[in-house]
């Protein structure tokens, strides 16, 4: 029977399980008569997350002008919703780290995500959209899918990126054509098992193909669009993923133009110095 993206992502989720605090502060958030008190008492359980939250309610990200020392003012100020994603984030790269293959440097594979995604809270800023960094854990996430395929199929990746390399196509094409489906798909999966919101799942699986996302299509063409300013500011994940190419749809969908991608950079290289510290030191990479 042929492997499906649900087993890739199933055996992955074994692999690199996500800490007990992730998912109780994630189920949490999603209950209405959950506290900020009740999510402070299980921040406070790790000591490691707490020291991150403070660090980054205090970092540019959030720029509240005035420094925060106290857990509780700090879940307050960013909110639940912004609470959850942060540990999201740094708990996946915890987890993914304890993985290895010959395919990506993991370091240049997060530091891609990591750009994308600080541009991604950038667009979703213009774009008005509730809640920013919900958009910056899609960046950060939207190629996992590519992580739990070089760990699960390392030999069926071997032939996608011979035939991506030969054919001159972009890498998702190359999945869809030798393994069925593609790393967008993989991506989704995971999120799913996960638990993670559907808003997320879905902008992160239709990140190549944005206009086919039909009930979070704002949010998978900011996605889209960051993924390629990344690339375009040099913040390349893997040499064959590198793809400058913008959807013309996407200018539509998010009411922005071309014009302001200088710009972006221009700023997102001021945030990433941040968020490198923020999320790729050492005490977010810990086993």
Same mark, same amino acid.
Request: hydrophobic share 45%; charged share 20%.
């Given at each position: 029977m042929p492997i499906k993206a649900i087993d890739v992502a199933t055996r992955v989720k074994d692999l690199a399980s996500l800490p007990d605090v992730c998912i109780k502060i994630n189920q949490l958030a999603d209950n209405p008569k959950s506290t900020t008190y009740d999510i402070k008492e299980m921040i406070?359980?790790?000591?490691?997350? @707490?020291?991150?939250?403070?660090?980054?309610?205090?970092?540019?990200?959030?720029?509240?002008?005035?420094?925060?020392?106290?857990?509780?003012?700090?879940?307050?100020?960013?909110?639940?919703?912004? $609470?959850?994603?942060?540990?999201?984030? @740094?708990?996946?790269?915890?987890?993914?780290?304890? $993985?290895?293959?010959?395919?990506?440097?993991?370091? @240049?594979?997060?530091?891609?995500?990591?750009?994308?995604?600080?541009?991604?809270?950038?667009?979703?800023e213009k774009c008005r959209v509730i809640n920013k960094d919900r958009l910056f854990l899609c960046g950060l996430l939207h190629d996992v899918g590519h992580l739990a395929l070089y760990q699960v199929m390392p030999e069926e990746m071997d032939v996608v990126f011979l035939m991506s390399e030969a054919n001159g196509e972009q890498l998702y094409i190359s999945e869809k054509h030798i393994l069925g489906f593609t790393h967008a798909t993989v991506s989704y999966a995971l999120l799913r098992l996960w638990c993670l919101p559907v808003s997320i799942c879905q902008s992160v699986a239709y990140h190549h193909q944005p206009v086919k996302c039909r009930d979070y299509r704002l949010d998978a063409a900011i996605v889209h669009l960051a993924d390629a300013v990344a690339n375009r500011a040099g913040r390349v994940g893997h040499k064959l993923e590198y793809n400058e190419y913008i959807d013309p749809n996407v200018w539509k969908v998010t009411g922005l133009s071309e014009k302001i991608v200088d710009s972006i950079i221009q700023v997102a290289d001021e945030q990433y110095r941040d968020a490198l510290s923020l999320y790729l030191s050492p005490i977010s990479v810990a086993a």
């Open positions: 406070e359980t790790d000591a490691a997350l @707490t020291a991150r939250v403070l660090r980054i309610a205090n970092s540019t990200f959030f720029n509240y002008g005035k420094k925060v020392d106290d857990l509780n003012r700090a879940i307050m100020l960013i909110g639940t919703e912004g $609470l959850r994603d942060i540990v999201w984030a @740094t708990s996946s790269i915890s987890s993914f780290a304890r $993985l290895t293959n010959k395919f990506v440097d993991m370091d @240049t594979f997060w530091r891609h995500s990591l750009y994308t995604a600080t541009v991604a809270r950038l667009l979703a």
